[in-house]
């Protein structure tokens, strides 16, 4: 028995309309058919839904010259069909599916669903709900000539799931676009292909706060642009693309890749298969604030291919991780530059059982990392980097620059430009084990300056080979050293017409040579070797001392004491323009310490002051930073037979002067800075912030928190005579604000103590006061997830406290 329900209209309009109900179809071993000639088929539900179900046969919808809109209010458009098929045909109208409040649902088992339009667009808005196209042994296609495809999603997700088969969106000379506010865009595939294919348009997929995660299983994710650009925006979450046992390839003429990620992360997964991105006369753009890129490929390859154009990869507060097991990591740009730029992050390429190679024509290799480091690890390969006329530059601050190659070469050539290789505030370290480190520059120089760090080339089983021919070698260390270790091999510098020059102050040239022989020739120049001794203490593990000074002074005066700068995996970076460091010790201590991340000192046009006559001045960071930023004023900290301590585990302190001053003055008393997965924020923009103790204590801590002085203009003091402030700090935060005005916190033999846990104390003041005094008694504000605010302007709050509780 076969049924059908068959709705027929020409020059007409089918117009299903329901308040408070639902439409609902139902057809068994049959079809659901609804023709239109030069009209349009409208469904509209408010309050309840619009169903179709269909077993054993098809739901067929075709408009010609009309449009097909599906508008559902406060509900859910559902179509679901068990062994037939869902196919939607528009000739020269649209396909609308509106949903507001509720999902669109399309589920196909053993067959197809398809939506076909030509000349027109497919629309489907979903507000505060999802649209959800579930195919089970056949495939999801959706066709448009001419017109676009818009899936626009608020408040939840764009889910395509394909089993057994294939998802392919075709676009002829409009755009693919899929937007998504607050959920995710998933399409998976298992064991079929996601293909979306665009001539002359554009793919743009967008979310706010939720994913784009595409997985196919089996096969391939092919997006193919002609003449357009694909564009993937991702707002706080992620682009993840998983390839298995297929390929993911990107391929886009005359236009542009751009994926654009916020506070998270572009993951790039393949197993089995291949990475392909190619762009003719276009542009690969990444960039990635506060998330990572990582592109992972088993048994396949990474291959990026730019014609005309630029691959570029930028990444703000973390990390560019390429990654290929049994492949190799191809970038070959023509007429253009790879350029990878990182915030706050690595770059780390890795590579097993392959080949890290990248060929530029025309163009540069421009690697710039900013407070992490560059890592290119190749197992059972070589790292191959070919430039012709260009430039390969590779700049970090803050970091290190570390390529390790087991089983190949490491492998530099460039023509009629120039090998840079500069580092601030860590190393530059080369480690190849059963290969060479070759370095061939023609027809300029190779350079490789590093401030305050060392330049270690390790080499094991081979040589290490630098030839220059019409430029020169020149290594400059300031406070480091500068270590080549060979094992099994030798280290030959060959320069032609010029100089081989190594500067070391305050630090050693070791060269260390096992098995093998150390030569230096040089052709029509000089080889210059100048060390200038210290009598500082610096021990650094893993990390770096970097000392730079413009035009400033950088002065270390130690008396019957010691300053000891001691580094483990991190760095301790002191930079002045312009102004001066001073360090002077009489018969105490400085001791900085950095286990995994840095103590940074900048000075433009000012001065860091620090005395010490008696005392102690402690800095650790753990795993997190103590950063120093003074332009134009002053960071002054003086003890007298007493202690400043900073500790900082996995946050940071962070002290800002905009010209005016810190100042920290401790007498026979302490200051104490304790930060946990926080931060200590201190910023003064032309104001101050006094902190004197007199046989006291300032204690701060903060745990997974914030304190945060910002002054402007005026001044935040704090005052301890044989008394003590104590501010402590969980999840929450302590925000003091001063805008020509002051905070002014007097201690006399009592306590002034704030506790938040999970909550705010806030303090501002525009042009007024807030004046907090202690005589012998205490001030306690305690918050537990919520807050205090005092706020004044042009005027003052004044709390006194003698001999009793406030």
């Known amino acids: 028995m076969v049924a059908a329900l068959l709705n027929w209209s020409i020059g007409g309009i089918i117009i299903e309309m329901v308040h408070g109900g639902s439409i609902a179809k139902l057809v068994h071993s049959g079809s659901i058919i609804e023709l239109v000639y030069g009209g349009s088929i409208i469904e509209l539900v408010h309050g309840s839904s619009n169903i179709e179900l269909v077993y054993s046969g098809s739901i067929i919808e075709l408009v010609y010259g009309g449009s097909i809109i599906e508008l559902v209010h406060g509900s859910s458009n559902i179509e679901l069909v068990h062994g037939g098929s869902i196919a939607k045909l528009v000739y020269g109208g649209r396909n609308i599916e509106l949903v507001n409040g509720g999902s669109i649902i399309e589920l196909v088992h053993d067959s197809s669903n398809i939506?076909?339009?030509?000349?027109?667009?497919?629309?489907?808005?979903?507000?505060?709900?999802?649209?959800?196209?579930?195919?089970?042994?056949?495939?999801?296609?959706?066709?448009?000539?001419?017109?676009?495809?818009?899936?626009?999603v608020h408040g939840s997700s764009n889910i395509e799931l394909v089993h057994g088969s294939s998802n392919i969106e075709l676009v002829h000379g409009?755009?693919?676009?899929?937007?998504?506010?607050?959920?995710?865009?998933?399409?998976?595939v298992h064991s079929g292909s996601i293909i979306e294919l665009v001539y002359s348009g554009s793919v743009i997929e967008l979310v706010y706060g939720g994913s784009n995660i595409e997985l196919v299983h089996g096969s391939s994710n092919?997006?193919?642009?002609?003449?357009?650009?694909?564009?993937?925006?991702?707002?706080s979450d992620s682009i993840i693309e998983l390839v298995y046992g297929g390929s993911n390839i990107e391929l886009v003429y005359g236009g542009s890749i751009i994926e654009l990620v916020h506070s998270s992360s572009i993951i790039e997964i393949v197993y089995g298969g291949s990475n392909i991105e190619l762009v003719h006369s276009g542009s690969i753009i990444e960039l990635v604030h506060s998330g990572s890129i990582i592109e992972l490929v088993y048994s396949g390859s990474v291959i990026e291919l730019v014609y005309g154009g630029s691959n570029i990869e930028l990444v703000h507060c973390s990390s560019n991780i390429e990654l290929v097991n049994g492949g190799s990591i191809v970038k070959l740009v023509h007429s253009g530059s790879i350029i990878e730029l990182v915030y706050g992050g690595s770059i780390i390429e890795l590579v097993y059982g392959g080949s890290n190679i990248e060929l530029v024509y025309g163009g540069s290799i421009i690697e710039l990392v900013h407070s992490s480091s560059i890592i290119e690890i190749v197992y059972g390969g070589s790292n191959i980097e070919l430039v012709y006329g260009g430039s390969i530059i590779e700049l970090v601050?803050?970091?290190?620059?570390?390529?390790?190659?087991?089983?190949?070469?490491?492998?530099?050539?460039?023509?009629?430009?120039?090998?840079?290789?500069?580092?601030?505030?860590?190393?530059?370290?080369?480690?190849?084990?059963g290969g060479s480190i070759i370095e061939l520059v023609h027809g300029s120089s190779n350079i490789e300056l590093v401030h305050s760090?060392?330049?270690?080339?390790?080499?094991?089983?081979?040589?290490?080979?630098?030839?220059?021919?019409?430029?020169?070698?020149?290594?400059?260390?300031?406070?480091?050293?500068?270590i080549e270790l060979v094992y099994g091999g030798s280290i030959i510098e060959l320069v032609h017409s010029s100089s081989i020059v190594e500067i070391v102050y305050g630090g050693s040239i070791v060269k260390l040579v096992h098995g093998g022989s150390i030569i230096e020739l040089v052709y029509g120049g000089s080889i210059i070797e100048l060390v200038h001794g210290?009598?500082?203490?610096?021990?650094?593990?893993?990390?770096?001392?970097?000392?730079?000074?413009?035009?400033?002074?950088?002065?270390?005066?130690?008396?019957?004491?010691?300053?000891?700068?001691?580094?483990?995996?991190?760095?301790?970076?002191?930079?002045?323009?312009?102004?001066?460091?001073?360090?002077?010790?009489?018969?105490?201590?400085?001791?900085?310490?950095?286990?995994?991340?840095?103590?940074?000192?900048?000075?433009?046009?000012?001065?860091?002051?620090?005395?010490?006559?008696?005392?102690?001045?402690?800095?650790?960071?753990?795993?997190?930073?103590?950063i120093e930023l003074v332009f134009g004023g002053s960071n002054i900290e003086l003890v007298y037979g007493g202690s400043i301590i900073e500790l900082v585990h996995s946050g940071s302190i962070i002290e800002l002067v905009y010209?005016?001053?810190?100042?920290?003055?401790?007498?026979?008393?302490?200051?104490?800075?304790?930060?946990?997965?926080g931060s200590n924020i201190e910023l003064v923009h032309s104001g101050s912030i006094i902190e004197l103790v007199y046989g006291g204590s300032i204690i701060e801590l903060v745990h997974s928190g914030s304190i945060i002085e910002l002054v402007h203009g005026r001044s935040i003091i704090e005052l301890v005579y044989g008394g003590s402030i104590i501010e402590l700090v969980y999840g929450g935060s302590i925000i003091e604000l001063a805008h020509s005005g002051s905070i002014i916190e007097l201690v006399f033999g009592g306590s002034n103590i704030e506790l938040v846990y999970g909550g705010s104390?806030?303090?501002?003041?525009?042009?007024?006061?807030?004046?907090?005094?202690?005589?012998?008694?205490?001030?306690?504000?305690?918050?537990?997830?919520?807050?205090?605010?005092?706020?004044?302007?042009?005027?003052?709050?004044?709390?006194?406290?003698?001999w009793r509780h406030h």
């Open 115 to 152: 939506e076909l339009v030509y000349g027109g667009s497919n629309i489907e808005l979903v507000h505060s709900s999802s649209i959800i196209e579930i195919v089970y042994g056949g495939s999801n296609i959706e066709l448009v000539y001419g017109g676009s495809i818009i899936e626009l």
């Open 174 to 188: 409009g755009s693919i676009v899929k937007l998504v506010h607050s959920g995710s865009i998933i399409e998976l």
């Open 222 to 235: 092919i997006e193919l642009v002609n003449g357009g650009s694909i564009v993937k925006l991702v707002h």
């Open 397 to 433: 601050y803050g970091g290190s620059n570390i390529e390790l190659v087991y089983g190949g070469s490491i492998i530099e050539l460039v023509h009629s430009s120039s090998i840079i290789e500069i580092v601030y505030g860590g190393s530059n370290i080369e480690l190849v084990y």
């Open 453 to 482: 760090g060392s330049i270690i080339e390790l080499v094991h089983s081979s040589s290490n080979i630098e030839l220059v021919h019409g430029g020169s070698i020149v290594k400059l260390v300031y406070g480091g050293s500068n």
């Open 534 to 626: 210290s009598s500082n203490i610096e021990l650094v593990h893993g990390g770096s001392i970097v000392k730079l000074v413009y035009g400033g002074s950088n002065i270390e005066l130690v008396n019957g004491g010691s300053n000891i700068e001691l580094v483990h995996s991190g760095s301790i970076i002191e930079l002045v323009y312009g102004g001066s460091i001073i360090e002077l010790v009489h018969s105490g201590s400085i001791i900085e310490l950095v286990h995994g991340r840095s103590i940074i000192e900048l000075v433009y046009g000012g001065s860091i002051i620090e005395l010490v006559y008696g005392g102690s001045i402690i800095e650790l960071a753990h795993s997190g930073s103590i």
């Open 659 to 677: 010209g005016g001053s810190i100042i920290e003055l401790v007498h026979s008393g302490s200051i104490i800075e304790l930060v946990h997965g």
């Open 761 to 802: 104390i806030i303090e501002l003041v525009h042009s007024g006061s807030i004046i907090e005094l202690v005589y012998g008694g205490s001030i306690i504000e305690l918050v537990h997830s919520g807050s205090i605010i005092e706020l004044v302007h042009g005027s003052s709050i004044i709390e006194l406290v003698h």
